[in-house]
């Protein structure tokens, strides 16, 4: 609970992605055994109306065969330039730095260049 409650009180929506990318780079040095970065970006209809979502996760066991997803959901209002951006990226994925990587992805283009409509931090379990 710890990285959350850093995360919580590090991110906000007056911080730029870059500075929301730098925070959750910098709670992701906090050391866990069998982690795993997620970067996804879609639109979605998860609260019954489509938004972007650019998700920045820390993933890693919760010691009973299952997972908690450590979760910043950045959500932007859909439109036609971000309707179609789609991916999903895990840092085993690629043999690259991960965050460097993420920088180089149409959905960071997007959500760098866009105003953001909330952000959402979270702890989920698969």
């Given at each position: 609970?710890?990285?959350?409650?850093?995360?919580?009180?590090?991110?906000?929506?007056?911080?730029?992605?870059?500075?929301?990318?730098?925070?959750?780079?910098?709670?992701?040095?906090?050391?866990?055994?069998?982690?795993?970065?997620?970067?996804?970006?879609?639109?979605?209809?998860?609260?019954?109306?489509?938004?972007?979502?650019?998700?920045?996760?820390?993933?890693?066991?919760?010691?009973?065969?299952?997972?908690?997803?450590?979760?910043?959901?950045?959500?932007?209002s859909p439109d036609e330039k971000n309707r179609f951006l789609q991916d999903t990226l895990?840092?085993?994925?690629?043999?690259?730095?991960?965050?460097?990587y993420i920088k180089k992805s149409d959905g960071y283009a997007y959500a760098k260049a866009?105003?953001?409509?909330?952000?959402?931090?979270?702890?989920?379990?698969?």
């Amino acid at each position: 609970m710890e990285l959350l409650e850093y995360l919580k009180c590090n991110i906000s929506t007056n911080n730029s992605l870059d500075e929301i990318i730098n925070t959750f780079e910098e709670m992701c040095k906090t050391p866990i055994e069998e982690d795993l970065l997620l970067n996804e970006y879609g639109v979605y209809d998860f609260t019954g109306e489509d938004l972007f979502y650019y998700d920045l996760v820390r993933q890693y066991p919760d010691g009973e065969d299952e997972y908690f997803q450590l979760r910043v959901s950045i959500m932007f209002s859909p439109d036609e330039k971000n309707r179609f951006l789609q991916d999903t990226l895990w840092s085993d994925d690629s043999d690259k730095n991960f965050f460097d990587y993420i920088k180089k992805s149409d959905g960071y283009a997007y959500a760098k260049a866009h105003e953001f409509k909330s952000i959402d931090i979270r702890i989920d379990q698969t």
